[in-house]
């Protein structure tokens, strides 16, 4: 099995994209956005999730079934979270346990 080696420029250049969006999202939480607050918390936390999936993980340049079990997790991962939150929509306010 041979594997792909990327330069060491692309591992830095990745490292430091991280870095700045690691930055962005502390410069962002600073800020009151409202309801975008989580949006854009999330969005970056996806950009900054997808880079490593792809590159530290080296899931760019490997097969179509590794893709496929890549996708998978992330599936799986949508699924946990619809469940999380549908318990969280559904739960009854208990009187006396105001928080």
């Known amino acids: 099995m041979s594997s792909h080696v990327l330069p060491l420029r692309t591992y ?3 490292f430091f994209v991280l870095m700045g969006l690691t930055a962005l999202t502390t410069w962002v939480a600073f800020f009151d956005l409202g309801v975008m607050n989580n949006v854009v918390a999330l969005s970056i ?3 900054k999730a997808a880079l ?3 590159y530290f993980m ?3 340049f490997s097969g179509r079934l590794i893709w496929v079990f890549a996708a998978a997790g992330f599936f799986w991962l949508v699924i946990f979270f619809v469940l999380i ?4 929509a559904t739960r009854i306010p208990v009187p006396g346990w105001a928080g």
């Open 12 to 14: 830095y250049t990745i």
């Open 45 to 47: 936390a996806s950009i």
């Open 52 to 54: 490593v999936l792809l």
């Open 58 to 60: 080296h899931v760019r």
């Open 85 to 88: 939150l549908t318990d969280y």
